[in-house]
């Protein structure tokens, strides 16, 4: 069985800074494609980045990279320069190549983004 | 392009009652995937449907059920409504199956079951 581990209930960062979301996981799929998303307080789920487990580079999308470490199971967010509109809860998830090809989300952690 | 769009956004019924909730996925996206969110589990997959055949199912009861129209627009059914139904219930459309595909969710139907 799959299992996605955010460890961060809170964190709190300032505006302008970067700030790092913590992402481990487990799998025994060889295949599988890791997510994040953000889901502001009206509850829409926004996709901000995918790294798949093959592939060689970390994934970036504009201010958001996902820092990948296959062998240690983990693909933490990383958001530079922080906006107050980064206020958000940040999910990580997991799908994986074979069987049910769900996403799996971890509990999610609150980010609050300090002028 | 047109996001996910899911209707109605709220929803209040009474324990008992059943309820139809409905996804329209992006124009062209032909997987649609269904979730339920709670304070207690979190996100929870529901069910998956592609080319109108349901290709995966969550552990939730049978009160719970879907459909895929030949449009790629998708309809999810409770029945027989509980308090702990109560939930978001977010859909989810992607292209393909395939795990390089990423999922866009809607905005999400508020059901509150009173």
């Known amino acids: 069985a799959q299992k996605i581990t955010q460890t961060q209930p809170g964190m709190f960062v300032q505006e302008k800074e970067a700030v790092t979301l913590d992402c481990t996981y487990d799998?025994?799929?060889?295949?599988?494609?890791l997510f994040w998303y953000k889901q502001p307080s009206s509850g829409e789920m926004i996709f901000l980045i995918y790294?798949?487990?093959?592939?060689?580079q970390n994934a970036t999308e504009g201010r958001y990279s996902l820092n990948f470490q296959k062998a240690r199971k983990s693909a933490n967010l990383v958001i530079s320069a922080s906006q107050l509109g980064d206020s958000a809860m940040y999910f990580c998830?997991?799908?994986?190549?074979?069987?049910?090809?769900?996403?799996?989300f971890g509990s999610g952690t609150r980010l609050q983004v300090q002028p | 392009k047109a996001g996910v769009t899911q209707t109605p956004r709220y929803l209040i019924k009474t324990r008992g009652q059943q309820v139809t909730l409905s996804c329209s996925p992006i124009?062209?996206?032909?997987?649609v995937s269904w979730y339920q969110q709670t304070p207690g589990q979190g996100l929870q997959f529901l069910f998956e449907?592609?080319?109108?055949?349901?290709?995966n199912k969550g552990n939730f009861p049978g009160r719970f059920s879907g459909r895929q129209f030949s449009n790629s627009r998708s309809e999810m059914n409770v029945s027989t409504l509980e308090l702990g139904d109560s939930a978001l219930y977010l859909c989810?459309?992607?292209?393909?199956?395939?795990?390089?595909?990423?999922?866009?969710f809607g905005p999400g139907t508020r059901l509150t079951v009173t």
């Open positions: 989810a459309s992607s292209l393909a199956r395939a795990t390089s595909y990423e999922q866009y």
């Open positions: 799998t025994s799929d060889p295949s599988y494609g």
């Open positions: 790294q798949g487990s093959y592939d060689q």
């Open positions: 998830a997991m799908r994986q190549d074979t069987g049910r090809r769900a996403l799996t």
């Open positions: 124009s062209g996206h032909r997987s």
């Open positions: 449907y592609f080319s109108e055949t349901q290709r």
